[in-house]
């Protein structure tokens, strides 16, 4: 599957220029959950949230999608209101059109970096945005804080025709999946790859490639999808993170992953290129 790009209607600009009372989208979070309209599934197109009784705590322009101002927003307490409500950002991806879903997922990460910011992480003054820019900087010290992006891998490692698919013991995805994991700081996204692929499952990797990337904002990771082949070593789990790991033929495949997340493209690419 071909995913849009994010940039294919919509313009990323700091400062608004529009007219005063011109209509805008407004992507509105409550813990991280978005309003839509229930019925329709539109997220709220209004000159101002006042029309759903809303104060936001903080709202943020966001630029252009579809010709029309967007702006991000945080309310306190959810909204009673016949039609709209919170919902889960995951449960909207089939919801929402591509373009606006994909905006969903950058607003919430502005929202969540501005609120997580507001003082110094150095010194503990309070700081200002810079002016024009996606930024905060302290008045006091000069630190300066950006959007934080928290990169992660994502591999389908195959041997012999069959792909490696890991258990995990904890959280709410415990159901077979690609092995992945964080990117530390100062290892390359391949070194990355090796380590938690030794770490998971105790194998060895080569002919690592590029397959490609994916914004993920639950809550500001990037993934970054990889092939790699088999090299050495014995299937070994902790059985502590990793319950259990196995490899699959394209016929014994286990539940598909969401068509939200890069690891059902991976998986798609495996059984284009592996099925006899
Ligand atoms: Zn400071």
């Keep these: 599957?071909?995913?849009?790009?994010?940039?294919?209607?919509?313009?990323?600009?700091?400062?608004?220029?529009?007219?005063?009372?011109?209509?805008?989208?407004?992507?509105?979070?409550?813990?991280?959950?978005?309003?839509?309209?229930?019925?329709?599934?539109?997220?709220?197109?209004?000159?101002?949230?006042?029309?759903?009784n809303i104060t936001p705590e903080r709202k943020i322009y966001l630029g252009t999608i579809r010709g029309h101002p967007c702006y991000c927003a945080e309310v306190e307490k959810p909204i009673?209101?016949?039609?709209?409500?919170?919902?889960?950002?995951?449960?909207?991806?089939?919801?929402?059109g591509e373009d606006i879903y994909l905006l969903a997922g950058r607003a919430v990460q502005i929202i969540n970096w501005d609120k997580n910011h507001q003082f110094c992480g150095k010194c503990g003054t309070s700081t200002e945005t810079i002016d024009g820019e996606m930024a905060k900087i302290c008045?006091?010290?000069?630190?300066?804080?950006?959007?934080?992006?928290?990169?992660?891998?994502?591999?389908?490692?195959?041997?012999?025709?069959?792909?490696?698919?890991?258990?995990?013991?904890?959280?709410?995805?415990?159901r077979y999946g690609l092995i992945a994991g964080f990117v530390e700081a100062g290892e390359t996204l391949e070194e990355a790859v090796k380590r938690e692929t030794a770490e998971e499952v105790g194998l060895n990797v080569n002919n690592i490639k590029y397959?490609?990337?994916?914004?993920?904002?639950?809550?500001?990771?990037?993934?970054?999808?990889?092939?790699?082949?088999?090299?050495?070593?014995?299937?070994?789990?902790?059985?502590k993170e990793i319950a259990d790991a196995k490899w699959f033929d394209v016929s014994e495949l286990p539940d598909m992953p969401s068509k939200i997340s890069i690891a059902s493209e991976l998986i798609d690419w495996y059984i284009e290129n592996y099925s006899k």
């Excluded at 529009?18 to 209509?23: A, S, T």
């Excluded at 209101?81 to 089939?94: A, G, I, N, P, V």
Aim: aromatic share 14%; net charge neutral.
């Design 1 to 52: 599957m071909q995913r849009e790009s994010i940039y294919k209607q919509y313009q990323p600009e700091n400062k608004p220029n529009h007219e005063k009372g011109v209509k805008a989208y407004w992507f509105v979070f409550n813990s991280n959950k978005m309003l839509i309209n229930a019925e329709d599934g539109q997220i709220p197109f209004l000159e101002n949230l006042k029309e759903l």
């Design 139 to 174: 008045p006091e010290c000069g630190f300066i804080s950006h959007t934080r992006i928290s990169p992660a891998v994502i591999t389908a490692i195959i041997k012999n025709g069959k792909i490696l698919m890991a258990k995990h013991n904890y959280g709410s995805y415990r």
């Design 80 to 96: 009673v209101h016949e039609k709209m409500d919170f919902y889960d950002l995951r449960s909207l991806y089939s919801v929402l």
């Design 211 to 239: 397959f490609g990337s994916q914004p993920w904002p639950f809550p500001n990771s990037l993934m970054v999808g990889f092939t790699a082949e088999y090299k050495s070593g014995e299937i070994i789990v902790d059985g």
